[in-house]
């Protein structure tokens, strides 16, 4: 199924919309910058068992935003990482916090430039793992060129490592996550005009427009491999980081919330890593 054309405007409304929530999250109770200068990780404990140790590799990681993943890899051991990102006040302000925890650009490095550009915006040609966080491919349009770009920048030998909300979310009923109340299917850009942000649901806004498209599982495992990368696993989790459901409880000593015991679960969030074969000389 082809997606139905996304409206002209859809990566300034994205961009504009991200570069006001910069100054948002940065102080935020959500990013906790405070703590993260203290040392506190950003990574849930199933991403950092499942990268393993990067210690001595580079990192790529994709739609960076202000860099607390990127710089959490650097803190955990990898040689060199790179953060890209479309918004430059997020690409500011990830440059602006490596410089206060000691990395120089040989170390930490920021870009700033479309995901769709990467290949010709790094600074190097591949790397040992090319990272995506949660909450990013929603705001790509077209997943089959987003895979030929990751598999382009993967080092021979190395990976892709994305962990992402799962696609059926996007399918439930608000209220209690119980029922399939929308298209899985829907490959219509999705326009939203909520203000605020999901780091402080009550910070005014004045760029609220937004443009989004869901990415079925298939979609996103077909386009890794088309592209040439091996899967090495796809992990379904039945936990998320947000009340995105009136249902969900948090889950004590966690960052994540739950649905009810007595309530079937569902998977709310992913992970996969693909692989590129070694090459043999």
Same mark, same amino acid.
């Given at each position: ?20 929530? &910069? ?10 910058? %405070? ?8 990574? #849930? ?7 393993? %140790? ?9 739609? #960076? ?9 650097? !803190? ?18 990830? !440059? ?12 930490? #490095?920021?870009?700033?430039? %479309?995901?769709?550009?990467? &290949?010709?915006? &790094?600074?190097?040609?591949? /790397? ?20 030929? *770009? ?22 439930? %009923? ?7 109340? /929308? ?14 942000? /999901?780091?402080? *649901?009550?910070? @005014? *806004?004045?760029?609220? !427009? ?39 409880? @948090? ?6 919330? !739950?649905?009810? @015991?007595?309530?079937?679960? &569902? ?9 590129? @074969?070694?090459?043999?000389?």
């Amino acid at each position: 199924m082809a997606h139905l054309p996304a409206p002209d405007d859809w990566r300034e409304a994205n961009r504009a919309m991200w570069d006001e929530r &910069v100054p948002i999250h940065l102080t935020s109770d959500f990013y906790d910058l %405070d703590a993260f200068r203290a040392g506190r990780d950003p990574l #849930c404990d199933f991403q950092a068992d499942e990268l393993g %140790d990067v210690t001595g590799k580079s990192v790529l990681h994709l739609q #960076c935003h202000i860099g607390l993943d990127t710089l959490s890899l650097a !803190r955990r051991g990898a040689s060199h990482v790179v953060g890209l990102d479309f918004s430059a006040p997020a690409v500011e302000a990830a !440059r602006d916090l490596a410089a206060e925890l000691g990395y120089g650009p040989d170390r930490a #490095c920021f870009v700033a430039a %479309d995901v769709y550009d990467a &290949v010709e915006a &790094v600074p190097d040609t591949a /790397y040992d793992i090319v990272y995506t966080g949660i909450g990013a491919l929603c705001w790509l349009p077209d997943i089959v060129r987003w895979a030929e *770009t990751v598999a382009a920048l993967v080092a021979p030998g190395g990976f892709l490592y994305l962990s992402e909300f799962h696609p059926l979310v996007d399918a439930l %009923d608000e209220a209690t996550a119980s029922r399939i109340a /929308y298209d899985y299917f829907n490959r219509e850009p999705w326009i939203d005009e909520t203000p605020g942000t /999901y780091a402080d *649901t009550t910070a @005014p *806004t004045s760029c609220n !427009r937004r443009v989004e498209w869901q990415h079925p599982l298939g979609s996103v495992i077909s386009a890794l491999a088309a592209a040439g990368l091996r899967i090495e696993f796809l992990h379904e989790h039945d936990m998320t980081l947000f009340p995105r459901f009136g249902s969900l409880q @948090p889950e004590a000593g966690t960052p994540y919330y !739950r649905l009810p @015991p007595d309530q079937p679960r &569902v998977p709310l969030m992913y992970s996969l890593r693909a692989s590129k @074969p070694p090459t043999h000389h």
